[in-house]
């Protein structure tokens, strides 16, 4: 609690009056929407007392802060992994530090594999849902102050802004799925039978990151609202020459990166 605390102080004062009320997670080449966010302070992580720095590629490390939607939003261009090795208490850090700010929305968006076979690179999805793979963040004592020991995950993504966001999409005219993400550690990807068990589960698509500030942030209360961008059509039957390839995941992203965030933008004027 101590080093959230000191956190949250430090980036209090660098925004100086300042207030978020919406935190945004910019997951793997989902970061230019950092570019349309108006008035930008931009605060690089390393400056952050106890804050871990961020190595994944296609990843920056700053918390931006300014107006979006005509919202004040506080934003990380770049999250931290456990793949990375950082322990659950580093990688869901900034999220409590949001929160402790004044926070009480979370969106989040990443890059993941489509294990649902309609799916292709470039979609969009919704998550209605998560399956959770990686260890829980909340392990250990609980932070009283934050929440409870045992919290509800009942409806882990806002259910009203699922139906906004839906209807977002249908005014602009664009197919986006809703389903479930299915998260492990990486940062290996998945082997074809892997793929196709997470499908066999109940995975629409999958990823290395998110439920873990998911989590933390359905403890201390916040609401939540998610998107993948699918970045690969992973349903485990590949060509014979195929190879998961990280920078393809990055570029994928990249392309798809303009349609969300305009769905974000909108979903935020809505708040
Ligand atoms: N697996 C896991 N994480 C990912 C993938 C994938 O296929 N694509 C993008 N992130």
Avoid at 206 to 215: A, D, F, L, Q, W
Wanted: proline content about 6%; hydrophobic content about 40%; aromatic content about 8%.
């Amino acid at each position: 609690m101590e080093t959230l605390k000191s956190a949250a102080s430090y980036v209090a004062d660098f925004i100086s009056g300042r207030q978020p009320e919406l935190g945004i997670v910019l997951g793997s080449g989902l970061g230019s929407l950092a570019d349309s966010i108006e008035d930008p302070l931009v605060l690089p992580y390393s400056q952050i007392p106890g804050f871990p720095v961020s190595t994944a590629v296609g990843h920056k490390g700053n918390f931006i802060v300014g107006n979006l939607s005509g919202k004040c939003v506080i934003a990380m261009q770049g999250r931290f992994h456990f793949y990375e090795g950082y322990p659950m208490t580093s990688v869901t850090m900034a999220v409590r530090v949001m929160y402790l700010l004044g926070v009480r929305t979370l969106f989040v968006s990443n890059a993941a594999g489509g294990i649902n076979p309609e799916y292709r690179t470039g979609d969009l999805m919704i998550i209605n849902d998560h399956i959770s793979l990686q260890p829980n963040p909340l392990i250990g004592p609980n932070l009283d102050e934050l929440g409870p020991r045992f919290p509800d995950m009942t409806r882990p993504y806002d259910p009203a802004l699922i139906r906004r966001a839906r209807a977002i999409a249908a005014s602009l005219g664009w197919m986006v799925h809703e389903g479930v993400y299915l998260g492990d550690t990486g940062p290996s990807y998945e082997t074809p039978a892997e793929y196709r068990f997470y499908r066999a589960v109940g995975g629409d698509v999958v990823g290395m990151s998110t439920i873990p500030e998911v989590i933390v942030a359905r403890h201390c209360g916040m609401r939540v609202f998610g998107m993948s961008v699918v970045t690969n059509e992973a349903s485990g039957d590949f060509a014979e020459d195929y190879q998961n390839d990280g920078d393809d995941v990055v570029k994928a992203a990249d392309a798809a990166a303009s349609k969300l965030t305009r769905i974000f933008k909108e979903l935020i004027a809505t708040l």
